[in-house]
């Protein structure tokens, strides 16, 4: 009998042994942003939501860069805006388009349609074009259920906040322009996370700074499917197609780039590898400058060159003044100024209207009845058959008050 106790005792342990060895599930902390990832920071739960979001819109992936767009290049052959009717979403770790793609990224948006950027380092160039200054922030992960965002409810017009453990990223939009900025949703700490940069035509930007509230895991989380649903019901009931756009997620030049900046700001981080590096700039200060000195040849003065354009334009300007002929002189400065907009502002200037007056003086940040008053003085003095003297000057003026502002 003590024979089998002993037996069962030892069976007992085992059980209860092997049942505390049982390791628990972990979660998938890989922060992917991919459509296809069902990890928990993927977004396939988003981008599968977007047909029932949008039953009657051609839901669509592209790697496409922004420069292959068709919509971007019409502003250019029509003064007249777009359809406005697609719309096109970005979920990425870093945005850093280049000059060419901001641009094309702005034109398609002139054009009438929707973009949806959202990302944890945006571009500081594409944000000055707005306006906007982004501070971001460290990344945390709460045990307990945090706060991460808040979002504006169209119904009640009240912010309702949203909850869930796991990684958060407080940063915030410190600097925008409230004129045409709009705030949509704000972050656990009630500074702005979400905006809408709204144009007059009906397109839109909207940028948010978290994209974990596009994850599977925000998402799938209690009811926060309704964040998701509240952020996409900003676009306009015509929208008819939808693309969600990974250009930017898989661009592997930007990307090796990126991965660079990061290891060197790994090294930085570590004492000894940032001390190293530390006395490896000083040696290489030093022996360039020991170097240099012994070896540097006495530099002889040279004259500074003769600007001719002044001479030329002070030539030009003489010439004029002794004919007196204005109004072939107001003429020039009229094509002048219209090529200045086309050439640096990159703005047809084959119909002035009001449109024209918009974005000339969105990108210039001069006021619309400043360039309204310019343009007419300009048209006026160009249909006169006589100007004079003074009209010339006083044209001059707000053309210089033009060119220094932008």
Request: charged share 20%; with cysteine; net charge positive.
């Amino acid at each position: 009998m003590r024979r089998i106790l002993t037996i069962l005792f030892i069976l007992s342990i085992t059980l209860i042994v092997g049942c505390s060895k049982k390791e628990e599930k972990k979660l998938n902390r890989n922060i992917s942003l991919w459509k296809n990832d069902k990890i928990p920071y993927g977004t396939w739960f988003a981008y599968n939501q977007l047909q029932s979001l949008f039953p009657k819109a051609k839901i669509t992936s592209s790697k496409k860069s922004p420069l292959e767009y068709p919509e971007v290049q019409s502003i250019f052959n029509s003064a007249e805006p777009g359809s406005g009717k697609s719309a096109r979403i970005i979920i990425v770790r870093e945005f850093m388009p280049s000059p060419n793609e901001r641009q094309a990224l702005l034109n398609y948006v002139w054009e009438g349609n929707q973009l949806l950027l959202s990302a944890f380092d945006i571009d500081n160039n594409f944000l000055d074009s707005l306006n906007l200054k982004l501070k971001n922030a460290e990344f945390s992960f709460e045990e307990d259920n945090a706060a991460v965002s808040s979002i504006e409810n169209f119904e009640t017009f009240a912010l309702d906040s949203f909850y869930y453990p796991g990684f958060t990223y407080r940063s915030n939009f410190q600097e925008y322009d409230s004129t045409y900025t709009s705030i949509l949703g704000r972050n656990s700490n009630g500074k702005a996370n979400f905006v809408r940069i709204q144009y007059s035509n009906g397109g839109a930007i909207y940028i948010h700074s978290n994209p974990f509230v596009f994850t599977n895991f925000f998402l799938l989380h209690k009811d926060n499917r309704t964040y998701y649903e509240l952020a996409l019901s900003q676009f306009p009931e015509r929208i008819q197609s939808i693309e969600w756009n990974e250009y930017f997620r898989n661009n592997s030049s930007r990307n090796s780039k990126n991965s660079v900046s990061r290891a060197l700001s790994w090294a930085l981080k570590q004492p000894a590898l940032a001390l190293a590096l530390l006395l490896l700039l000083i040696l290489l200060i030093l022996v360039y400058f020991f170097d240099t000195k012994r070896k540097q040849r006495k530099i002889e003065e040279k004259p500074p060159l003769r600007n001719t354009s002044l001479d030329f334009a002070r030539t030009i300007g003489q010439l004029y003044y002794q004919q007196h002929n204005n109004s072939n002189l107001v003429q020039k400065m009229a094509q002048h100024f219209y090529e200045h907009v086309r050439t640096h502002l990159n703005i047809p200037s084959t119909k002035v209207d009001d449109s024209f007056v918009s974005l000339v003086a969105f990108k210039t940040g001069i006021e619309q009845a400043e360039l309204k008053s310019t343009l007419y003085l300009m048209k006026q003095l160009s249909e006169q058959p006589e100007v004079s003297d003074e009209e010339v000057i006083l044209l001059n003026n707000k053309l210089e008050s033009f060119y220094k502002q932008a």
